[in-house]
């Protein structure tokens, strides 16, 4: 495995960690009446690839799962990556070769 494909997996781990850990802080911020983290704020992991994170986070911790702009819009931004990444592995010039 060459380094730049190391720094790629540890760059989506970390981003993806920090959006189940964002959605864990403000469901704690929710119970407990306190300052919230803002829904912006909440997008922004899963704008940079860490939609899975998010989606993650949102069902393990029971958060956000009533509000049509988080059900609706993580999967959707999950999707979009998804499908960048199958056009750049498959499609673009610059696609890898697996032979």
């Known amino acids: 495995m060459t380094l730049f494909l190391i720094?790629?997996?540890i760059y989506f781990g970390a981003v993806?960690?920090?959006?189940?850990?964002?959605m864990g802080m403000d469901k704690h911020r929710a119970e407990r009446n306190?300052?919230?983290i803002?829904?912006?704020?909440l997008f922004i992991p899963a704008f940079f690839g860490g939609a899975l994170g998010c989606i993650l986070g949102m069902n393990f911790f029971h958060h956000k799962t009533k509000h049509?702009?988080?059900v609706i819009g993580m999967p959707l931004v999950l999707f979009l990556q998804l499908a960048?990444?199958?056009?750049?592995?498959?499609?673009?010039?610059?696609s890898f070769s697996f032979m």
């Open 7 to 9: 720094v790629i997996c």
């Open 16 to 22: 993806n960690i920090w959006g189940f850990i964002l």
């Open 34 to 36: 306190i300052w919230r």
């Open 38 to 41: 803002s829904e912006f704020t």
């Open 68 to 70: 049509m702009k988080f």
């Open 84 to 94: 960048a990444l199958g056009w750049v592995l498959f499609l673009s010039p610059w």
